[in-house]
């Protein structure tokens, strides 16, 4: 299913919804999103230290030491 398709089944689905179940739908889409960016935030950071790699955040320090 292509975005385009999401987008539009969405838009058909907000048809039929109050402002405020609409408001409810988008505070759980924004804490989704929130979740999502942890997960992958938490994900990356253990991928840098299993494979003995330097953060953006370490090399930074190191240029600003420097």
Do not use: C, H, W, Y
Request: net charge neutral; no cysteine.
């Amino acid at each position: 299913m292509s975005m385009f398709d999401q987008f539009k089944i969405v838009s058909d689905m907000m048809k039929n919804m109050s402002p405020e179940q609409i408001k409810e739908l988008t505070k759980q889409a924004g804490d989704s999103k929130k979740m999502l960016e942890e997960t992958v935030r938490e994900l990356l950071e253990k991928e840098i230290q299993k494979r003995d790699l330097v953060s953006r955040a370490e090399v930074l320090k190191i240029i600003k030491d420097n």
